[in-house]
């Protein structure tokens, strides 16, 4: 036990959320008699999962904020069939379209976040009117049919890395992006590992780090096996690898910047954090902004996907992004969350979605069980926060990002003094 907690930063609670994939994934392999873990079904689960994945990062930070987006998935639709009706009525290149597809996101948020951040109308029910709007605007504009979209265009939601170099039996670019995530792992916790030390804080012990970067590397070379040893014409998907990049910046934004430790200021005790210098409103405006245009990208992977536009598209993915997002560690009262967690948390619910399917579960009984893990997975965050405990990815990320404390952990007592003067410097 000891050996456990110094391998897993001192309190193995704070993996408890990975622990669960894994057991969720070990499970379903036994049950399934191995399909869980072939590369065609690992490539599907990243393929069908993507879009509320990316939809998950940009949730993660509006319930930092303190506040609930219910408008995700007919924001989603909407912005899908507006660009599908635009490359085939208006002849719009498909990378134009895209970025059409950015700037309605854009428009549409900014319209939410000003009756959000200025008007004062809580969130809920400013998005709660988005959704019954842009549905309806979805079902006008496309007239309840389906548009389908060109061939480049499915590329961003349904394409995978291309065959390049020589023919070794392995998709050589998944290879390539597989060893360069190894090595930056590696080259993260080995400068993390020499800034405690700089800064005279406290290190594990060198055995500890390498038995934790040999488990993590291990999974990454894993899937990526299973990535590039996939049918013929298929590796690591392009929805997984945008995932990938919008993970790499939305994690840098929300715990190395300014605009970052406002958010968690903000949805922490807006009071406090408007006392100290924090543009409240602006960062409110930004947040609901910032899920919008992630819920137009979400939109248009899904119709590339799909390879249509379609009436029914984007219902109940503003919940599968929520319930995400509070599997992964997120706090219902806001201030604590992390972009990683909320990825797991996705995962978590994507493993469990494709277990059930792959045992031929009902869909009865699959809303059941999702229904109960929302809820135990809440309930531990609310019982963690009445004992005076991080939620488990808070702490995961405390230990994982840096070598003391990060956001998304809650402030021990002799920190609670200085957050104004914190706050204040870094405005």
């Not at 590369?39 to 393929?47: A, E, M, S």
């Not at 009117?129 to 504009?141: E, K, N, P, T, Y």
């Not at 390498?210 to 298929?234: D, E, M, S």
């Amino acid at each position: 036990m000891n050996a456990l907690k110094k391998l897993f930063g001192g309190d193995t609670r704070q993996f408890g959320m990975i622990f669960a994939l894994v057991a969720l994934i070990v499970l379903f392999q036994w049950l399934t008699g191995g399909i869980t873990l072939t590369p065609g079904n690992v490539i599907n689960l990243f393929n069908g999962n993507s879009y509320i994945l990316i939809l998950a990062i940009g949730m993660v930070l509006v319930i930092i904020a303190g506040h609930i987006d219910l408008s995700v998935g007919s924001v989603a639709a909407f912005v899908g069939m507006v660009v599908a009706i635009a490359m085939r009525d208006w002849n719009i290149p498909w990378y134009l379209a895209i970025l059409l597809g950015l700037g309605l996101g854009a428009l549409i948020g900014a319209w939410h976040g000003w009756w959000t951040a200025y008007v004062g109308i809580p969130a809920f029910i400013v998005t709660l009117a988005g959704m019954l709007i842009f549905r309806g605007a979805q079902q006008f504009v496309g007239q309840s049919n389906s548009i389908p979209v060109p061939r480049e265009f499915q590329y961003i939601g349904a394409g995978y890395l291309p065959e390049v170099g020589p023919n070794i039996g392995y998709n050589n670019l998944t290879l390539l992006i597989g060893l360069a995530a190894v090595a930056f792992v590696v080259y993260g916790e080995v400068r993390r590992r020499r800034t405690a030390k700089a800064l005279g804080a406290e290190v594990p012990e060198t055995w500890v780090v390498v038995l934790k970067l040999v488990l993590i590397c291990a999974a990454i070379l894993y899937a990526t096996y299973l990535f590039a040893t996939g049918r013929p014409g298929t590796s690591f998907p392009v929805p997984g690898l945008i995932l990938a990049v919008m993970v790499l910046i939305y994690g840098f934004i929300s715990s190395k910047t300014i605009v970052g430790r406002h958010v968690y200021a903000v949805g922490g005790n807006r009071h406090a954090a408007e006392l100290s210098g924090v543009k409240s409103k602006k960062i409110n405006f930004l947040v609901m902004m910032n899920m919008s245009i992630i819920a137009g990208l979400a939109g248009m992977i899904f119709v590339a996907r799909s390879t249509s536009a379609g009436p029914s598209d984007g219902t109940g993915w503003e919940l599968d992004a929520i319930a995400a997002v509070f599997i992964g560690g997120a706090a219902v009262t806001g201030g604590v969350g992390t972009v990683i967690g909320s990825i797991v948390g996705g995962l978590v619910m994507a493993v469990l979605n494709n277990g059930l399917q792959l045992l031929s579960v009902g869909a009865d009984w699959q809303s059941m069980i999702k229904g109960l893990v929302l809820l135990v997975a809440v309930a531990i965050d609310v019982y963690n926060k009445t004992q005076g405990r991080a939620s488990i990815i808070g702490l995961m990320m405390k230990n994982f990002n840096r070598p003391s404390g990060g956001p998304g952990t809650p402030l021990q007592p002799d920190e609670v003094t200085s957050t104004k003067e914190t706050i204040s410097r870094e405005a």
